[in-house]
């Protein structure tokens, strides 16, 4: 997900703070979950118009700030669990090449089971 310099940036970042100790699974996941509500309280109870002004302002960086905590923390989660997430991404797309195949789901946002 990160190249190789941004990675050993953010794993040295939590080694100075001593931070691996607080990060169980559990606890990088439950992490994950608040940083995504916090990019979606970015955009909580704005308009479609707003939401775009928004992203074409500076104060886009909000947005930004949340999109890399999110990444951050499923990073320490992929690297703690030793998980190559390319290779969890490509066998995800296989399986939702057979949930969601092009001739069912072309232009459909409904769910495979919907
Ligand atoms: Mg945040």
Not at 54 to 71: F, H, Q
Request: with cysteine.
């Amino acid at each position: 997900m990160l190249n190789e310099n941004v990675m050993a940036a953010v794993l040295e970042f939590r080694r100075k703070r001593d931070w691996e100790q607080f990060h169980t699974p559990k606890e990088l996941a439950a992490a994950i979950t608040v940083e995504a509500s916090e990019l979606l309280e970015v955009f909580q109870w704005k308009s479609h118009d707003e939401v775009t002004s928004l992203l074409n302002r500076p104060s886009r960086v909000r947005v930004e700030d949340e999109i890399a905590d999110v990444v951050i923390l499923l990073s320490y989660l992929c690297h703690d669990l030793g998980l190559d997430v390319n290779d969890a991404v490509r066998s995800k797309l296989k399986k939702n090449e057979v949930k969601y195949p092009v001739e069912k789901s072309y232009g459909n946002a409904k769910k495979y089971d919907e």
